[in-house]
């Protein structure tokens, strides 16, 4: 299209602007039919090296200001940043000139930009992303995190980000590329999402300095990632941006910059145009020398770049000219591209591509800097981003089954926004400012409110037996984790809600926390449920901001919930400590047995676990699992955070980012740890007290498979000068050989090895946080006899295994001094006037027979953790009987549980009518004898509330399926849609299917 055409649409467009008309009037002529996507990349030349020259702005979602801030460009007093003036700029500049290209990335602001903008100007963007001048790269709502965002919340912020760009410009604007350019870190399932994604290509910024130098060195900075198994479509073309994200040191031409602008009036004694070009080519030619190909990219931006965009394109426009001006001298050719453009050039050049298979964790910017500190930075903060991720599942299974109807108005809408936000990489990983962490939190919270309030309208609605009976009011206790709620402590009687939010029917142990001696429980026939009251845990009451009369919970086992459903349990204060059923047989019980000053070992036991504790240290130290015993130790350390003033790499402090230990050696925090056991019918308890700012209760169901420990961490003490990171460490005799297992965002395993990387020959310099890595479910270790144990996590922690044998989890961190990487503040979390106190959940696990498998236990119980039971709770003054009568007291979703080894991913609705479903083998190949083989899912007549008019399979963001770019070295299997019977679907092993479905209510 002739360049005049956009120039005086531009010149139109500011003048209107200036006058107040908002109006842009039509310029006559033929309008030629928009060619998009790779069609519209610049023409390179052969034989020269060509400098793919890209625009754009990183515009962190929250960091050292809150998104609002940065949006409207308040508080600047902290960061000069407006990205509204951003957009605002840049798109008059590339209405100027169709050669000027721009990069998008986060559609959180931009979606904020655009609904401010009129009709008129709406059309101009319209036609610069038409025209390959606007191009979205990535577009998620953010650039999420790789190590601690778990894989739901990716797939979710990609997949709100993408369909609004979808919705909006349609298939011209569908993003082949996504960068990951800040990230501190890249994971093997980001890739794989990212490739099922139908992305053609993955640039990275961060990569550990040895590994890059390395890869310069080799010319490997561009490969093919086979993210998952070879051939199951989640190979990446990945390459490594030269200079992270920034431009070439000297060519800033940001209004806040002071490098020199390109002076090019020869008469002017500021005439710089010769030097500029020459230094510019000596910097192509160095980066040149560690890529591949003939072509290279550069990008021109930073942080919040761009407010003032002139004064970045008329510098470019210059160094573009007057560099190509000596092509043929210097055999450089300089062109504004953008990152797909430059995938579409590399993908000619018919090479053969070295293949990666490991990540890209740990992350080192230099020798005393491993990026491992947020991998648990903020843990209160990242646990609640996993509680409310599983809340908004629930949500939305709740809104499909019963609406069906999405929307602006949808409730659900504050939640998945915030959620989204959350995952941005100075969001989940715990390092932004304080004020802006606070903001983060304000976010969830209203979108769990709104969550709450939606199911609270379901129940009102479908819990009456008749039209005619007065709906009911459930609330939710926001406070559970602190064992409080207001209803189960000072209500006689109350009916509690569980929603099931598992596809497969599930028997869920519910604690509730209460004040009373004795309480009955029934079910939904009027029987009594066998339950349990025991004391809090030690450290419970002394929680800062605890608002509780509670002194025990009431335990019950909820049993067969139905899938995608839920059960209702009729519950009153008793007078009589014990209760029986119609056949003499205890059911209720408000005894416990207390076993007090020990000087023999304790143990306590279930069918399949025994754990014992020694007598005089109070400690764990023996596991007998399926009558096999192992030597297991538990105790919680603490390593002192180095402090230093970041002069130096030497001088590097333990921060926010970065964790680094002054020494290598952890201290006990007690050798003695002070013990109470409480016995019962459903659970056994061991409460320790390590100190007075450390507590945990060490717990065991019954029947279940899994030994728990709900530990109480802080304030951690200060007062010696001393910043802390607080481990737990489970130490076996098992001889592991240097090797461990993580996951990989929740999903993948990952091997490990103890100072080793598989990519390059590391030189230690950080032997423990050298070592460290992200985990978002769970790590395990194992020996050559087949035994293994491992640990599911409720958060994101960082998790290493320094010696054979052990298993160390990070808990929690209070530092002194900034690392010196931006945020500006140490990490010394307080609330109520003292240091944060955090409460969480870990989750012994272990197979120790030579014939068995420890992967069902962690995938099952990794999954139960992330789609906990959603509570409700409405008190009454009707009998059981009465209510039973008014309200009904179950409902299923679906008419059958799916197979053990299928998650239903996603279930949410999507357009009126319409459903996205994702179903998900949750197993690897070969990882279990069974449950790792393929599986059908047949969906005829599988939910209770409508019927499947129609299914049409989508990529993992609900987008059309596109066949990818291919390259050469990549085992890439065609992503058309596979054969399927009407309604059933195959899945392979770690394999994620999307489907629309359109349904219709059951009469």
């Not at 139908?198 to 561009?222: A, C, H, P, V």
């Not at 961490?713 to 130490?731: A, H, L, N, Y």
Request: aromatic share 12%; charged share 25%; net charge positive.
């Amino acid at each position: 299209m002739n360049p005049g055409y956009f120039v005086l649409q531009a010149v139109l467009l500011i003048s209107q602007l200036a006058t107040g008309d908002r109006k842009v009037p039509t310029v006559q002529g033929k309008r030629t039919k928009a060619i998009c996507g790779y069609d519209k990349c610049p023409v390179e030349k052969p034989g020269v090296i060509n400098v793919h020259i890209v625009p754009h702005s990183h515009d962190d979602v929250g960091w050292l200001k809150t998104v609002d801030q940065y949006y409207y460009g308040s508080n600047n007093s902290i960061q000069a940043a407006a990205v509204q003036y951003i957009y605002d700029t840049v798109i008059v500049e590339l209405l100027k000139d169709s050669r000027r290209r721009f990069v998008a990335v986060e559609v959180a602001f931009f979606w904020r930009w655009w609904k401010e903008q009129t009709k008129a100007i709406k059309t101009a963007v319209k036609r610069l992303v038409d025209n390959g001048q606007l191009e979205f790269v990535g577009a998620g709502w953010c650039m999420n995190d790789e190590a601690t965002a778990y894989y739901t919340d990716i797939i979710d912020q990609m997949t709100i980000g993408l369909k609004f760009i979808n919705d909006t410009f349609g298939e011209c604007a569908r993003p082949k590329t996504v960068w990951q350019i800040d990230p501190f870190g890249h994971s093997k399932e980001q890739a794989a999402l990212f490739a099922l994604m139908d992305f053609d290509g993955l640039f990275l910024g961060r990569i550990d300095y040895q590994d890059k130098t390395n890869r310069k060195y080799s010319k490997t900075m561009e490969m093919i990632w086979e993210a998952g198994h070879p051939g199951d479509r989640t190979s990446l073309f990945t390459g490594i941006l030269y200079n992270n994200y920034s431009p070439p040191p000297g060519f800033c031409f940001d209004s806040y910059c002071s490098d020199q602008p390109i002076v090019d009036d020869s008469h002017s004694p500021e005439y710089n145009v010769k030097t500029r070009v020459a230094d510019f080519i000596k910097y192509v030619n160095e980066a040149a020398s560690a890529y591949a190909t003939n072509n290279i990219l550069i990008t021109m931006g930073n942080d919040f770049n761009y407010q003032f965009a002139i004064s970045w394109y008329k510098n470019l426009d210059k160094l573009i000219r007057y560099v190509n001006k000596g092509t043929s001298r210097s055999g450089i050719y300089a062109f504004y591209s953008t990152p797909g453009c430059y995938l579409n050039s590399l993908s000619k050049a018919n090479k053969e591509w070295p293949i990666k298979e490991d990540d890209f964790f740990p992350y080192a910017s230099d020798p005393h800097a491993y990026w491992t500190g947020y991998f648990t930075s903020r843990p209160s903060f990242k646990g609640n981003i996993r509680s409310t991720s599983g809340l908004l599942q629930a949500c939305k299974q709740m809104s499909a089954i019963f609406s069906h109807k999405s929307g602006p108005s949808n409730p659900l809408v504050l939640l998945e926004r915030a959620e989204a936000v959350a995952q941005h990489h100075d969001a989940v990983t715990g390092t932004a400012k304080q004020h802006v962490t606070d903001d983060y939190v304000r976010r969830l919270h209203e979108g769990a409110s709104s969550c709450y309030h939606s199911i609270a309208k379901i129940y009102s609605r479908i819990l009456p037996q008749e039209d005619s009976t007065q709906p009911v009011h459930f609330r939710h206790c926001h406070y559970l984790n602190v064992s409080q709620c207001q209803i189960t402590e000072h209500e006689g009687r109350f009916v509690v809600n569980i929603y099931n939010q598992l596809s497969m029917e599930e028997s869920l142990y519910i604690r509730l926390p209460i004040r009373g001696k004795s309480y009955v429980v029934l079910n939904q026939e009027g029987e009594e449920v066998l339950s349990q009251i025991v004391p809090l845990g030690p450290g419970v009451k002394f929680i800062p901001g605890r608002n509780s009369t509670a002194t025990s919970d009431l335990v019950f086992l909820a049993e067969r919930l139905p899938a995608l459903g839920f059960r209702s349990y009729y519950i009153m204060e008793s007078k009589t400590v014990l209760r029986k059923n119609k056949a003499g047989a205890q059911k209720s019980s408000s005894k416990f047995t207390r076993v007090g000053k020990y000087s023999e070992d304790v143990s306590i036991n279930n069918e399949r676990i025994s754990a014992k504790f020694d007598g005089e240290t109070g400690k764990l130290h023996e596991i007998v699992i399926d009558g096999v015993a192992v030597t297991l130790s538990h105790s919680f350390l603490y390593y002192k955070g180095m402090s230093g003033n970041n002069s130096r790499f030497k001088f590097r402090a333990s921060g926010a980012y970065i964790f680094r230990p002054n020494g290598t050696d952890a201290d006990q925090i007690s050798e003695v740890v002070k013990l109470n056991v409480y016995t019962g019918p459903l659970v056994s308890e061991v409460h320790q007290v390590f100190s007075p700012w450390l507590t945990q209760v060490v717990r065991l169901y019954k029947g279940a498979p899994y030994l728990e420990f709900d530990w109480i961490c802080g304030p951690i003490p200060i007062r010696d000068g001393v910043g802390k990171e607080v481990v737990s460490r489970f130490t076996t005799d098992l001889h592991s050989k240097s090797i461990f297992f993580t996951d990989s965002n929740g999903r993948q395993i990952v091997k490990r090895k103890r100072d080793f990387r598989p990519t390059w020959k590391l030189n230690v310099t950080e032997p423990t946080s050298g070592n460290y890595y992200p985990l978002n479910s769970f790590m395990y270790i194992g020996d050559s006899f087949g035994r293994r144990i491992g640990v599911v996590v409720d958060r994101a922690e960082g998790g290493t295994s320094l010696r054979d044998g052990e298993l160390e989890l990070m808990i929690h961190r209070r530092l002194l001094f900034d690392d010196a990487f931006g945020v500006g503040e140490a990490l010394n979390e307080t609330e109520f006037g003292e240091g944060l106190v955090v409460r969480g959940t870990k989750y012994l696990i272990g197979n120790f027979s030579s014939g068995g498998t420890i992967s069902q236990h962690y995938r099952q119980l990794a999954l139960k953790v992330s789609k906990k039971p959603v509570l409700s709770f409405a008190k009454t003054s009707l009998s059981f009987s009465q209510w039973k009568t008014k309200y009904k007291f179950e409902f299923a979703g679906l008419k059958r549980s799916l197979p053990a080894n299928v998650n239903l991913l996603t279930f949410e609705p999507w357009e009126t009518g319409k459903i996205l479903l994702r179903l998900e083998h949750i197993y690897q190949k070969g990882e279990h004898p069974s449950l790792s083989k393929e599986v059908t899912v047949s969906l005829e007549d599988l939910f209770t509330t409508f019927s499947i008019v129609s299914m049409r399979e989508l990529n993992l963001a609900g987008g059309e399926i596109h066949d990818r770019m291919a390259w050469n070295g990549m085992k890439l299997e065609k992503t058309h849609l596979r054969k399927h019977d009407y309604l059933e679907v195959n899945l392979k092993p770690m394999e994620i299917r999307t489907f629309l479905l359109t349904v219709e209510e059951k009469i």
